[in-house]
Nanobody, 117 residues
């Protein structure tokens, strides 16, 4: 079993920055992938960014150039640095861990990000 605990959400003005963090604990296998998804009101959940334990990253077009994902394999943590935030970035952000190369994907409880205009 794996637990994911997110932190760092909050309210910020447009143009501001936030850093989300997620700590994973439990039986964690490698290789794995950690990432962030988000769900805005009335919209489907979507990928924001993903990073593998080998350091390969994937970004959604919406965050390219503004968001940076990073991780610490020793601590099983993943971070999402979000800069130049826009009101359309307002959503609940979820941390994920795909445990193993083709393993089960765990989800955190979500952290809310609100960007005011």
């Amino acid at each position: 079993q794996v637990q994911l605990v997110e932190s760092g959400g909050g309210l910020v003005q447009a143009g501001g920055s936030l850093r989300l963090s997620c700590a994973a604990s439990g039986s964690i296998f490698r290789p794995n992938a950690m990432g962030w998804y988000r769900q805005a009101p009335g919209k489907q959940r979507e990928l924001v960014a993903r990073i593998t334990s080998g350091g390969n990253t994937t970004y959604a077009d919406s965050g390219k150039g503004r968001f940076t994902i990073s991780r610490d394999n020793d601590k099983n943590t993943v971070h999402l640095q979000m800069n130049s935030l826009k009101p359309e970035d307002t959503a609940v952000y979820y941390c994920t861990l795909r445990n193993g190369e083709y393993g089960y994907t765990y989800w955190g409880q979500g952290t809310r990000v609100t960007v005011s205009s």
